[in-house]
T-cell receptor, first 113, second 109 residues
């Protein structure tokens, strides 16, 4: 798990601004995921990527965008179109083709002021 | 569609008492079920998965396909078990996890 880093730990944004959350891994995992964690709602999938240069929308992709230019990195941009962006964001990885266990990063707490 | 339901948001027990965290799922195929745990100030981590059929930290969970349940059990709760517990289901090849709403377990001394 120490092989997944997310930065920053806390992030504050003004309404109308885009902000990018970083997720980096050195586990050599192929698949990466972004989840949003809200109290009482569990974790919901935003985007996922199974391979470099390819990604797919999850259940709540509206207002978010991602890129996967490198295997190690899967940044998430929260755009101004996201209606309720204040949340805890978790990045996860999985060794594609192996067991389905996902490993999670420490998370980024985003607060919109 | 796949869905996971954890009916209890909060669960409190005393140390040494048995504990059961409920999880029910809805999925038409053959799912893989997981329990993840999040201790205070720690990242979310896998506790156990049904195909491993193992006991971790004294916890066990049996997949009941007839009742579509995957309840987490421990015969004697410890204070260090206090945490947020999530039940999750994977039913697709790309590893998407569908999580329940989570149950906060508090074990009192």
């Amino acid at each position: 798990d120490g092989g997944i880093t997310q930065s920053p730990k806390y992030l504050f944004r003004k309404e109308g601004q885009n902000v990018t959350l970083s997720c980096e891994q050195n586990l050599n995992h192929d698949a990466m995921y972004w989840y949003r964690q809200d109290p009482g709602q569990g974790l919901r999938l935003i985007y996922y990527s199974q391979i470099v240069n390819d990604f797919q929308k999850g259940d709540i992709a509206e207002g978010y965008s991602v890129s996967r230019e490198k295997k190690e990195s899967f940044p998430l941009t929260v755009t101004s179109a996201q209606k309720n962006p204040t949340a805890f964001y978790l990045c996860a990885t999985r060794l594609a083709g192996g067991k389905d266990t996902q490993y999670f990063g420490p998370g980024t707490r985003l607060t919109v002021l | 569609a796949q869905r996971v339901t954890q009916p209890e948001k909060l669960l409190s027990v005393f140390k040494g008492a048995p504990v059961e965290l409920k999880c029910n799922y809805s999925y038409s195929g053959s799912p893989e079920l997981f329990w993840y745990v999040q201790y205070s100030r720690q990242r979310l981590q896998l506790l156990l998965r049904h195909i491993s059929r193992e006991s971790i930290k004294g916890f066990t969970a049996d997949l009941n396909k007839g009742e579509t349940s995957f309840h987490l059990k421990k015969p004697f709760a410890q204070e260090e078990d206090s945490a947020m517990y999530y039940c999750a289901l994977s039913g697709t090849s790309y590893g998407k996890l569908t999580f329940g709403q989570g149950t906060i377990l508090t074990v009192h001394p």
